[in-house]
């Protein structure tokens, strides 16, 4: 079974840095992409930003420029470094792994973690 575990939320005062990472553990032979999502109270799951196998990155227009993510592939692990912080990067973060493959699933799956959260107050 796979598992996503995030790490490295908090409060924070606009302005300052955090940086969130992601293990996925388990029975992995390989992970396509990985990224970040986030949803604030009252508003939809939004991508904030991703990274393929490849290193190929995507940035929601919101956060470009301030955050950067990046991957660990012999860890399984994907990070974001988030800088310049702003009020309205409050939320939860959710980790996604996408096309994960593993030796007992005939088709790759996606798989997300439970979440932690990011505050910033102003």
Same mark, same amino acid.
């Given at each position: 079974?796979?598992?996503?575990?995030?790490?490295? !939320?908090?409060?924070? =005062? *606009?302005? &300052?840095?955090?940086?969130?990472?992601? +293990?996925?553990?388990? $029975?992995?032979? @390989?992970?396509?992409?990985? !990224?970040?999502?986030? =949803? *604030?109270? &009252?508003?939809?799951?939004?991508?904030? +930003?991703?990274?393929? $196998?490849?290193? @190929?990155?995507?940035?929601?227009?919101?956060?470009?420029?301030?955050?950067?993510?990046?991957?660990?592939?012999?860890?399984?692990?994907?990070?974001?470094?988030?800088?310049?912080?702003?009020?309205?990067?409050?939320?939860?973060?959710?980790?996604?792994?996408?096309?994960?493959?593993?030796?007992?699933?005939?088709?790759?799956?996606?798989?997300?973690?439970?979440?932690?959260?990011?505050?910033?107050?102003?």
């Amino acid at each position: 079974q796979v598992q996503l575990v995030e790490s490295g !939320g908090g409060l924070v =005062q *606009a302005g &300052g840095s955090l940086r969130l990472s992601c +293990a996925a553990s388990g $029975s992995i032979v @390989s992970i396509k992409a990985m !990224g970040w999502y986030r =949803q *604030a109270p &009252g508003k939809q799951l939004e991508l904030v +930003a991703s990274i393929t $196998s490849d290193a @190929s990155t995507n940035y929601a227009d919101s956060v470009q420029g301030r955050f950067t993510i990046s991957r660990d592939n012999a860890k399984n692990t994907v990070y974001v470094q988030m800088n310049s912080l702003k009020p309205e990067d409050t939320a939860v973060y959710y980790c996604n792994a996408q096309g994960v493959v593993t030796p007992t699933v005939l088709y790759p799956k996606p798989y997300w973690g439970q979440g932690t959260q990011v505050t910033v107050s102003s």
